[in-house]
């Protein structure tokens, strides 16, 4: 596995989640970003992260997982993310933001989170990363010839 380089470090960051989420409000940017994120779609495949990429970005994909977690596990997993990579953060108000972005997201009107009726819905509250690419792994061989 290549070695994380500060592009993939710094996506992770909170705020930059937060943009995100406020700037997928607008229409005319989405328009914008739905194109670019098409185009990266090419041979042999890609493996997509976010939080419309099974019903918006790329609805016709063979193989979608809807993964989600808890809210207080999800604000434990960030918080040791920002650990490793050597920041600290408020866990209150990790929590609190991570709520709101979420109540943003399901409430928008362009392009809501919600899983696409064809997901594989996983829950990962109580898995270990390893479990998660485990099961992940025997859905996608399911679906797919590898």
Do not use: C, W
Not at 54 to 72: M, R, Y
Not at 73 to 89: A, C, D, E
Not at 133 to 138: D, F, G, N, Q, R
Request: aromatic share 8%; hydrophobic share 40%; net charge positive.
């Amino acid at each position: 596995m290549k070695k994380k380089n500060k592009t993939s470090k710094i996506i992770h960051l909170q705020i930059v989640g937060e943009i995100a989420s406020k700037l997928a409000t607008f229409s005319k940017i989405r328009k914008i970003l739905l194109y670019k994120q098409r185009y990266f779609r090419k041979a042999p495949g890609l493996i997509a992260e976010g939080r419309d990429m099974g019903t918006i970005v790329f609805p016709d994909a063979i193989v979608k997982f809807f993964l989600n977690a808890n809210l207080e596990t999800r604000v434990h997993r960030r918080i040791q993310q920002f650990k490793k990579i050597g920041l600290s953060v408020n866990d209150k108000e990790l929590f609190q933001q991570l709520k709101i972005r979420d109540e943003r997201d399901q409430n928008r009107l362009i392009s809501p989170l919600y899983p696409s009726k064809d997901a594989i819905i996983l829950d990962s509250t109580n898995m270990t990363l390893s479990e998660v690419i485990e099961y992940s792994m025997k859905e996608i061989k399911k679906k797919i010839i590898i």
